[in-house]
């Protein structure tokens, strides 16, 4: 079977730093699969280059979605890769925070339809930004009381179910109407989950999501993870220090260093890989 993400000779410089060097990573239908290593090691770089923030200097992304088509992703701009099937989250939380977790889902559920994707997709996520967010319901509003089109009002009704059906798949349903920035922190990161998975994707890319979790919200994660994979049949690539959560969670792993991919296999193969120890694991793993 063809794998869904086929990323070949992937390089990226920064000037005169290789920030990727000839990265070979693929993911298969229905994976769950990690991508670790140290610091700097250019992990969020290739979720950069995957997702159309960054041109690669080098190689080649390609994408086999479920439903047969295979297209090559690079240079397409951020929101053209989303409507191809691949959502993100951000290493940083970035929801709109003065907005409802429903309205969060919404603005994702947007960007499938065509509308919103310039807002979500803006890594920055700058005040213009969430201007921008504001008036775009702003503006759905005064236009459905102007226009009171029935095509337009189903369509936001479309987008208020489905929505509320997403926030019903992550366990939020409790909390539509609560602002974003009243949410705990662990449940402000299955927001953006639930945001990207608004946008239908068919692989989720997810960069360090247990990132200040304690145990118990990561158990949570985990979880959840495993059930987006085998109820949505969503495939994963997640980036993640929590080396527990990776151990327990992948069917396999790439390992990077300095912009390479310096091993890859599955946990137990991982576990007792000698360059992974030395460059990253240590030797007292006992995840
Ligand atoms: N836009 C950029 N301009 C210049 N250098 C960059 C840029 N983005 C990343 N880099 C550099 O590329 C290298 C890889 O960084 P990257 O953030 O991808 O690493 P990482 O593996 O995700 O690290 P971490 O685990 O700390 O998030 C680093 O040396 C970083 O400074």
Redesign the pocket.
């Known amino acids: 079977m063809k794998p869904i993400l086929d990323v070949k000779n992937l390089t990226m410089d ?2 005169g ?1 290789r ?1 990727l060097d000839s990265l070979d990573i693929d993911v298969r239908p229905g994976e769950i699969a990690a991508l670790i ?10 979720f950069n280059c995957v997702t159309g923030m960054y041109n690669p200097t080098q190689g080649d992304v390609l994408v086999n979605s479920p439903s047969g088509y295979s297209t090559r992703l690079n240079g397409l701009k951020p929101n053209k890769v989303t409507e191809r099937g691949l959502a993100r989250t951000f ?1 940083n939380i970035r929801l709109f925070q003065n907005m409802t977790v429903l309205e969060n889902v919404m603005i994702g559920r947007h960007c499938h339809s065509g509308a919103g994707h310039e807002i979500i997709m803006d890594p920055d996520n700058s005040p213009v930004k969430r201007m921008a967010a504001s008036a775009f319901f702003g503006g759905m509003e005064i236009a459905a009381t102007l226009l009171k089109g029935k095509r337009f009002k189903e369509r936001e009704q479309e987008t208020v179910q489905y929505s509320y059906k997403v926030l019903e798949k992550v366990g939020l349903e409790k909390f539509a109407n609560n602002f974003a920035k009243n949410l705990p922190y662990g449940l402000q990161r299955r927001l953006e989950i639930a945001r990207a998975m608004a946008t239908e994707p068919f692989l989720l890319l997810l960069d ?1 999501p247990a990132a200040g979790m304690n145990p118990q919200e990561t158990k949570e994660l985990d979880d959840l993870i495993q059930r987006i994979r085998d109820k949505e049949g969503i495939s994963i690539l997640l ?1 993640e ?1 929590d080396m527990r959560l990776v151990m327990s969670i992948s069917q396999r792993i790439f390992v ?1 260093d300095y ?1 390479k991919k310096i091993a890859q296999g599955t946990p137990g193969e991982i576990r007792t890989n000698d360059a992974v120890i030395k460059a990253y694991l240590g030797e007292d793993i006992d995840a």
């Open positions: 920064f000037g730093l920030a290593g140290p610091n700097g090691a250019g992990k969020t770089t290739f290493q360090e980036i220090h990077m912009g």
